[in-house]
């Protein structure tokens, strides 16, 4: 098939063009329409449409309609036989496109080409979109207008269109907040921290827009909040473990100190006693009348030393208490071993003993069957019973008196009075020959050697008593190296520094805050703190301890954002509890019981009555804050208070109260009505 | 110059020069004129269907004077026997004593035959004319004799005079390329039919063309391309007249009984590149099939009993057909 010969190119760039404008134009029609869909549901509270967003749809899709125009194929045949069709060339075109080559071709193809030249593309495809552009014009100017309806308060009432602007410009103002708070900031932000930044934005947006009434808006800024505060405490989280990374690089530092003094670890595991270890020592002291020796060293040395676990009797007692201690301990030792190497007897010569002493023991069948018998006689013809009888009677080692009595007991006769009482000795003693059991027991007393189990009490007590003596013996390099460390003014220093930011990040963490002098000083305390210890423990430490400070002021840096965010919605905190309210005594945000004035101090209302002591027991959060910042409430109290207490009156009548507050409500709408 | 446009120029000239020499004796009908020489063109044969006093026969025999070519008419009555067209085997002396069977040739053996009033002969004979439109031969007493060529039959036919005729059969209906009514003239056209019969100058017909030219007339035809969407129109158009057919408009589904045969698309296509040509062009239009469609397909329809009622035509059913195709034939370029 040939399609050569005609130049159909200037017909393709014209329907390419007529095709780009009218995709241009369905494009703009489309993107008007969609802001028209979403100014309107943004004027009905479903979404947030603004003129950038707005103008970048319609643009979209406008560019994108002119594009699918434009690069929409154009099959030369198509465009062929379209003008044929337009030009009334009586299918030339699309014939000359489509037939072999011949000499008849050549001369359809002349004869094709001959009419092509005259003719002018934009007189073969003239503009037929008016429709498609005025269309597109239309939704444009309907675009138009329901955005500014959207944006505008046409329609609202008076108080509406008020609270509309103020909350407009409170967005105005938590826009700042996050600007400030969280953009402009040279601090790195956290994941969470970004994410606040993102609801705070989400936020402003939603109160611009007016989309919120006052008390949703508080609640939801109570919610930021919370966020912000478990930023904030993330960050001290965070400021700890630098702290605790500083702390290990200090104890480091400290440990090769104590090394060089001339301690080793392990002597100083032997200071930290157990509690038989030091009830041992206690026992010595008091032996020797020695009382606790005074403190020498403070805590921060100690834990600096790894030492915060020793006996302080250890560290704070004299060389000469050490030395009689030691010598008493040295004997108590000597005769524990002595103890525990005497006797001939050998284990299974015990053993022995002990099993002779089992058989003579009564076996609760035999003292069953006794009883029934002594209870009565007639139950001694019993097989079983006379069965366990026989058995005790035949016992090598039975007493003759107890063999008796258990014979007449068998024979059915009359018992006499010494078998009776024979046999309730025995029942009483638990054992049929009360002479031999003694003999054993005195057997075991006088020549048995200790049981396995006094031996590995004795053992443990040797062994505490050689541990005790260890921790008496590493005492005296203890103190010289605690001695020592005190008087090192640098090392003295870090811990300072270390106990004055941990100190911080614990106040901040329990809700404090960090004044900028504090922030200067403990800045200095870092700076001094690192002066004098060897370079690699400086850079670790500037590096951890500005790190924890930095969390920390980064922490403080959110409360603060939240802070002038709750100003700017009209909420006030009031205290150094964190943002949002008070702070019950776990920390949690109290919500409930937070009446707040734009001084900044709880107020209270005119409600008398039971507080809500526990959470989660009402279905609906109570917000009350003032209605603006630093004025009064917007609305006249004389307008609302018919209409709020008509709902009262309908709360009580349905049942939606209380029986016990109903009085109280009546009574507060009455105290109310009395005031105008 | 190439060849195509030396062929079609000589064409268009030739068959101008032909319509010119008949226009000189026929005054005005010029569509019948026209169809009657694209007939000739096509190499088919033609219905002409109107009044007595037309000038049917006229026109004919006029058309054979120019062209040169035999001329024969034969006036179908019912008791006309197909003998009495294609001849017949008479008994014949050898001159030695002897007598054989000879053919004499009937005056089917022309170039042109007018077969006047065709629907007053019986069936039988009409068929005898069967053969010779299709294959341009008849068979007489076992013996095959070829009909010369070009071979063109014009039928004429009454339309008003129902009583004592026989409607053609179908199968010879498909065989006539073209049905031409032929209309009644205009008020200026009889006038000027007055004047040149009654008067004392009698117009004298020139040979313009000769057996050879028809015969090449006919091969230029084929040589002009169709493009794939001028094929589908055309087949659309033939299509449409079945009722059956997904193109069928709403009236040939209701008033057709039988639509067009194949034979209607070949002679629509070949009819359409003769108007093609004679319009100075060298590709088969869309405006061409239209143009020919009328007569192309208009004694292909069968109407069924419901269209007789309603008095509807094959030719409604026609031009319905073409504007259903109208309607599907859209621009490839949505602009």
């Not at chain 1, 970048?56 to 198509?78: E, H, K, M, N």
């Not at chain 1, 008020?162 to 967005?171: M, V």
């Not at chain 1, 032997?270 to 038989?276: F, Q, W």
């Not at chain 1, 917007?634 to 207490?645: A, D, F, G, K, N």
Request: glycine share 8%; net charge negative.
């Amino acid at each position: 098939m040939s399609n050569t010969g005609l130049e159909l190119t200037r017909f393709e760039k014209r329907v390419r063009r007529l095709r780009a404008t009218q995709g241009a134009a369905m494009g703009a029609s489309i993107g008007g329409l969609a802001v028209v869909a979403w100014a309107l549901a943004d004027r009905f509270g479903s979404a947030y449409v603004t003129w950038p967003a707005a103008t970048a749809v319609v643009g979209g899709l406008t560019l994108a309609g002119a594009a699918a125009g434009w690069f929409w194929r154009v099959s030369p045949l198509d465009l062929a036989r379209s003008i044929d069709r337009r030009a009334g060339l009586k299918n030339r075109l699309g014939t000359a496109m489509s037939t072999p080559e011949s000499a008849w071709a050549d001369a359809q193809r002349a004869d094709a080409e001959r009419k092509l030249e005259g003719l002018d593309p934009q007189t073969v495809f003239p503009w037929s979109g008016n429709r498609v552009l005025t269309g597109a014009l239309c939704a444009l100017i309907l675009a138009g207008g329901a955005y500014a309806w959207a944006r505008s308060d046409f329609g609202m009432s008076a108080a509406e269109k008020q609270e509309r602007a103020e909350l407009a410009s409170r967005a105005e103002e938590v826009r700042r907040v996050a600007k400030e708070g969280l953009e402009n900031t040279p601090r790195e932000l956290s994941a969470m921290e970004k994410d606040l930044r993102t609801d705070i934005e989400s936020f402003a947006k939603e109160l611009e827009r007016g989309k919120l009434d006052r008390e949703q808006a508080l609640v939801k800024a109570n919610e930021l909040a919370k966020q912000a505060e478990t930023a904030a405490q993330d960050r001290f989280s965070a400021a700890g473990r630098d702290l605790d990374e500083a702390g290990e690089t200090l104890r480091e530092a400290q440990g090769r100190a104590i090394e060089a003094a001339g301690l080793k670890k392990e002597q100083v595991e032997d200071l930290n006693l157990d509690s038989n270890q030091k009830e041992l020592l206690g026992r010595l002291m008091e032996a020797e009348k020695f009382e606790n020796p005074p403190s020498r060293f403070n805590e921060q040395t100690k834990q600096a030393a790894g030492m915060q676990n020793a006996d302080d009797r250890l560290l704070n007692m004299s060389d000469s208490q050490r030395q009689q201690l030691q010598q008493r301990l040295q004997q108590q030792m000597n005769q524990l071993q002595q103890q525990m190497q005497s006797g001939g007897m050998t284990p299974e010569q015990r053993q022995q003993i002990e099993q002779r002493q089992q058989q003579l023991q009564m076996t609760p069948e035999q003292r069953q069957a006794l009883e029934q018998a002594m209870q009565n006689p007639a139950a001694a013809q019993d097989p079983a019973v006379r069965e366990q009888l026989e058995q005790m009677a035949q016992q090598p080692d039975v007493s003759p008196a107890m063999k008796e009595a258990l014979e007449a007991l068998m024979n059915n006769q009359a018992l006499q009075d010494a078998a009776q009482e024979m046999m309730r000795e025995a029942l009483e003693q638990g054992n049929l020959n009360p002479q031999v059991m003694e003999q054993l027991a005195e057997q075991l007393q006088q020549q048995g050697a200790p049981t396995p189990e006094q031996q590995q009490q004795m053992q443990q007590q040797l062994e505490q008593m050689q541990q005790l003596m260890q921790g008496l013996q590493n005492s005296q390099a203890a103190q010289q190296a605690l001695q020592q460390m005190m008087n090192n003014p640098e090392m003295q220093e870090a811990m300072r520094a270390m106990s004055e930011l941990r100190q911080a990040q614990q106040q901040m963490q329990q809700g404090g805050q960090m004044s900028q002098e504090q922030q200067q000083q403990l800045q200095q305390s870092i700076e001094q703190a690192i002066e004098g210890l060897d370079p690699q423990t400086q850079a670790q430490l500037q590096r951890q301890m500005q790190g924890a400070l930095q969390q920390m002021m980064a922490g403080q840096a959110n409360r603060e954002t939240i802070q002038q965010l709750m100003n700017a919605v009209g909420m006030p905190q009031q205290n150094a509890n964190g943002p949002g309210g008070q702070r019950d005594p776990n920390g949690k945000l109290n919500l409930r019981d937070t009446p707040v004035e734009p001084g900044g101090q709880g107020v209270r209302t005119g409600v008398t009555g039971e507080r809500r002591e526990l959470d989660g027991t009402e279905q609906s959060i109570e917000v009350r804050a003032p209605a603006k910042l630093g004025q009064g409430p917007s609305v006249p109290y004389e307008q609302v208070l018919p209409q709020y207490r008509q709902n009262a009156d309908k709360a009580v009548s349905g049942n939606k109260v209380p029986k016990q507050h109903r009085e109280r409500v009546k009574k507060y709408f009455d105290s109310l009505q009395k005031k105008p | 110059m190439n060849t195509g446009v030396e062929a079609a120029t000589w064409f268009r000239e030739t068959l101008g020069r032909v319509r010119e020499e008949v226009g000189r004796v026929i005054a005005g009908q010029d569509d019948v004129v026209e169809g009657v020489l694209v007939g000739l063109a096509a190499g088919g044969h033609v219905l002409l269907e109107g009044m007595p006093g037309l000038g049917k026969t006229l026109l004919v025999r006029t058309l054979g004077e120019a062209l040169g070519l035999g001329f024969a008419r034969v006036q179908f009555t019912p008791d006309l026997m197909p003998a009495d067209i294609t001849g017949t085997q008479i008994l014949q002396d050898t001159g030695d004593g002897r007598r054989e069977l000879a053919f004499r040739r009937g005056p089917i053996f022309t170039n042109l035959l007018l077969a006047d009033e065709i629907n007053r002969a019986t069936p039988k004979t009409q068929s005898a004319l069967l053969e010779a439109m299709q294959e341009r031969s008849v068979t007489v007493g076992g013996e095959r004799h070829q009909l010369d060529d070009p071979f063109l039959v014009m039928a004429t036919q009454n339309p008003v005079e129902q009583e004592g005729t026989y409607p053609l059969p179908e199968a010879q209906l498909d065989r006539f390329f073209f049905k031409i009514q032929v209309g009644f003239p205009s008020r200026d056209t009889l006038g000027e039919i007055v004047k040149r019969t009654t008067g004392t100058a009698q117009a004298e017909v020139k040979q313009v063309a000769n057996k050879e030219d028809v015969l090449r007339l006919r091969s230029i035809v084929r040589e002009v391309p169709v493009a794939e969407d001028v094929m589908q129109y055309a087949l659309s158009l033939v299509l449409g007249t079945h009722p059956d057919a997904p193109e069928a408009s709403d009236d040939t589904k209701k008033y057709v009984r039988y639509g067009s045969s194949p034979r209607g698309a070949q002679a629509l296509v070949t009819a359409g590149k003769v108007y093609a040509l004679m319009d100075g062009r060298y590709n088969l239009a869309v405006d061409d099939l239209k143009k020919a469609a009328l007569p192309v397909l208009r004694h292909r329809i069968l109407l069924n009993f419901e269209a007789e009622a309603d008095g509807v035509s094959e030719d409604r059913i026609v031009k319905g057909v073409l504007l259903d195709a109208d309607l599907r034939d859209k621009d490839p370029l949505r602009v």
